[in-house]
């Protein structure tokens, strides 16, 4: 599990899914929570705010790396365990879930919102946050660039896409109507990380792209061991290509955030 090699630097590293989750606790309704439970919580920053919103906030996730992490940062703000969205069986005990940058990694998306809702209390809220399909500009015209790059080509053409992913914030809550729930709040929201290097930029491939075009389980076939050296290496050229003279780069990030209530 790749996240489990990086949890120790995931912080670090994930400086635009920071920004992200900062905005989706801004839009969360202000209401008094008794329990409050945060769904792929990484290495627990989120969940940790959380609690200063909820009595009792559980962050989870299924990387072991990250929970470790999780409870070494932010034991005294909440519990942490190493679960699935998918082993999610509590009823009516959540009065707010949030997913944040988790909700494209769940792979039987149906079966993840029926735990989430059945989990929630009557009136309570879930708030996501997603990247939509084209979800940067820049990263993904650099990481198809890298996988048509003739030395990789041949694995890339073995490479299944393993995110949900929708065009915009309205096609997730026409999708997500299917379960009983009011809006709330809805937005596209272009986050920006202003003045970033090409080293900064290889960090936030590793917050989460890295995790799908690096990992074996997304290939029909066997990767060969310098599979992660070829592609970076690739991937560091198609940058410096990108970015030419210039030293510092804005980058574009498409989010989309919804939050609704449970009927």
């Known amino acids: 599990m790749l996240y489990n090699n990086i949890s120790d630097k995931y912080e670090s ?10 905005h989706l606790l801004s839009i969360i309704p202000d209401r008094n929570y008794n329990h409050a439970l945060d769904i792929g919580c990484g290495t627990g920053k989120l969940t940790a705010a959380l609690s200063s919103v909820a009595k009792n906030t559980i962050g989870i996730d299924f990387s072991v790396g990250m929970i470790d992490q999780a409870i070494q940062q932010y034991d ?20 707010l879930v949030v997913c944040n940058s988790s909700l494209h990694w769940f792979k039987d998306i149906d079966v993840a919102l029926n735990n989430i809702f059945h989990s929630l209390v009557p009136s309570g809220i879930l708030a996501i946050q997603t990247p939509v399909k084209f979800w940067s500009e820049l990263l993904c015209d650099a990481i198809t660039q890298t996988m048509q790059n003739e030395r990789v080509i041949f694995y890339a053409n073995h490479y299944s896409n393993p995110w949900f992913h929708l065009q915009n914030v309205d096609e997730y809550n026409k999708y997500i109507s299917k379960f009983p729930n009011r809006l709330l709040v809805k937005e596209d929201v272009t986050v920006v990380s ?70």
């Open 194 to 263: 202003k003045q970033m290097s090409i080293k900064d930029v290889m960090g936030m491939f590793y917050s989460g792209p890295a995790q799908a075009y690096l990992s074996e389980d997304n290939y029909s076939i066997a990767l060969p061991v310098y599979f992660e050296e070829l592609f970076i290496t690739i991937f560091r050229r198609v940058l410096e290509n990108i970015w030419g003279e210039r030293k510092l780069m804005d980058v574009s990030y498409n989010r989309c955030f919804l939050i609704v209530e449970k009927l």
């Open 76 to 95: 005294g703000y909440a519990n942490f365990l190493v679960k699935s969205v998918y082993d999610l069986s509590e009823k009516n005990q959540y009065d």
């Open 13 to 22: 590293l994930a400086k635009n899914q920071t920004q992200a989750a900062q």
